[in-house]
């Protein structure tokens, strides 16, 4: 189990610098909004918790076709299926190795991109804080989509049409989270409900998407 | 035998046009479907009887 | 007889046939007089005028995208325990039907709230979680459309259908934490029963439920009885296939 979630870490890093081009992608989305609304400080800062969640969104669903792509061209999905390890335990890994390649790097330029957007040293910490709650959720998600479209010949743009209706209620609770915060309200409920809402992915969506395996290997 | 539907009388045509428009394409494609299914069963029914 | 035999694709041919005219039939029956009487013989509202009208089509086109859904859900769930053919092509026939029912409730929705609200789309929350239950409508059907083998379309359509029904609750709450909106209540407490509809009202509403309700079987009934034909060709087809091998 470790030495596979080694090799992932590993496929992944080597794999043609995706985790730069993640981060990069990111980077973009987000310098690209003060160019479209204007540079504004006002608006700008009320707009960067929703703009930093939802390109943090994208660029997270943009790198899920890799995540069983790579092995299922060369045939070690089968082999791994065949294997004494049970398929929930496989997407478990996968999504993590996800989170670890693609989300953390996401959380730790998230700050910088938000002081750009203006927005107040003080509600920093909570930026990265609903990230680092919200974000399992998606890679979770993320992982289950990529199975179901890992059966379909050209999935990339049905991967997302799938995939992101189930990021609502994760953006909604992580923009709350950080809005709450600037407001002064300092509202717990947001980030208890993130938190709820990955572990509950975390934990329960490895046995859908080893279901749709399971069935799409058949 | 005419209504006075008052100065709403353009929304309200409108949401009945929509709907009646939008269920009739539904029932009318669902009904061609049924029928294209049908023939198309048919003759593959006949011509596996005559196969065998 | 089990229970369960309905489900044989054979025999539901045989009972959805001679169900399919009466269906159709009271269907389009109710839905005519229901819709002429609330269009034609109701009185206006004396604060929302004739747009009151638009409830007729608006509130059960609203309540059957929902039970569309409910729908599929619980056929997803039979076709994953159970494995009736049957109930995974309700499901595919289900689901374009809610499609439309939720592009109906949308747009009259929006036609609606012009006059009343002064806005054609407002950011509330049911207006927001019926375009987020139209997506998983979308993201249903586009699966279905994708996939070609037929038996695992159906597999992973169902497990979609089931993750799907819980992320779709979790939004309407998620939703509902984020806006509080302009729309008014539920116009009909069924569990309390009290109303806020006056009965001159309520009478041709209910009546246009039901004949939403009845459109709604007949065109699942048809729809379904389609996909089983289709399943059924291919069989054939894939069967002459391998005759016309074999004798080469």
Not at chain 1, 72 to 77: C, F, V
């Amino acid at each position: 189990m470790k030495a596979l979630f080694w090799r992932d870490l590993k496929l992944a890093v080597a794999s043609g610098g995706g985790v730069w081009l993640t981060c990069v992608f990111f980077a973009i989305l987000v310098v690209m909004i003060p160019f479209g609304v204007g540079s504004e400080r006002g608006v700008l800062v009320r707009i960067a918790p929703g703009v930093i969640w939802v390109a943090a969104l994208l660029a997270t669903f943009l790198s899920l076709d890799r995540i069983f792509a790579s092995d299922a061209e060369d045939g070690s999905l089968e082999v791994l299926a065949q294997s004494p390890l049970p398929l929930e335990a496989l997407t478990l890994i996968k999504a993590l190795a996800h989170w670890i390649t693609t989300c953390v790097p996401l959380v730790v330029i998230a700050p910088i991109l938000g002081a750009m957007l203006g927005m107040p040293f003080v509600s920093l910490g909570p930026l990265v804080l609903s990230l680092l709650l919200g974000t399992p959720a998606l890679s979770a998600i993320g992982t289950f989509g990529a199975a179901l479209v890992l059966f379909v010949a050209r999935g990339g743009m049905l991967l997302s049409i799938l995939v992101l209706p189930f990021a609502f209620p994760t953006l909604i609770f992580g923009t709350t989270a950080i809005t709450s915060v600037l407001s002064g309200s300092g509202e717990m409920t947001p980030f208890l409900m993130l938190a709820g809402i990955s572990l509950g992915s975390v934990g329960l969506m490895p046995f859908a998407s080893s279901a749709v395996l399971r069935f799409g290997l058949r | 035998m005419m209504v006075d539907l008052g100065k709403y009388a353009g929304d309200v045509f409108a949401a009945y046009a929509i709907t009646l428009t939008a269920l009739a394409g539904l029932v009318l494609w669902s009904y061609a479907q049924a029928k294209r299914a049908k023939s198309k069963l048919a003759s593959l029914e006949a011509e596996a009887k005559d196969a065998s | 007889m089990n229970f369960w035999q309905f489900a044989n694709p054979t025999v539901f041919m045989s009972w959805s046939g001679k169900l399919l005219p009466w269906a159709w039939l009271t269907a389009l029956a109710s839905l005519a007089v229901a819709l002429v009487w609330g269009f034609f013989f109701t009185p206006d509202d004396f604060r929302m005028g004739s747009t009151v009208k638009i409830i007729y089509i608006h509130v059960p086109a609203a309540m059957m995208a929902i039970n569309a859904w409910l729908m599929m859900f619980v056929a997803s769930l039979i076709w994953f325990i159970r494995r009736h053919h049957v109930s995974a092509l309700a499901a595919k026939a289900a689901a374009p039907i809610g499609l439309v029912m939720t592009l109906i409730a949308i747009a009259t929705g929006a036609i609606w709230g012009k006059p009343m609200w002064g806005t054609y789309w407002a950011w509330d929350p049911r207006l927001t979680s019926f375009l987020i239950l139209c997506f998983f409508f979308v993201g249903y059907i586009a699966l279905w459309e994708a996939l070609e083998s037929s038996d695992v379309a159906a597999d992973l359509t169902s497990v979609l259908c089931l993750v799907g029904s819980v992320f779709a609750l979790l939004s309407r709450y998620a939703v509902q934490f984020w806006n509080q909106g302009l729309h008014q209540g539920t116009s009909v407490p069924v569990a309390t029963g009290e109303r806020t509809v006056d009965d001159v009202f309520f009478a041709p509403l209910a009546l246009a439920m039901l004949g939403f309700g009845l459109l709604f079987i007949a065109l699942v009934l048809t729809r379904t009885r389609t996909e089983l034909r289709l399943r059924r060709a291919r069989a054939l087809e894939a069967r002459q296939r391998m005759r016309l091998e074999q004798s080469v």
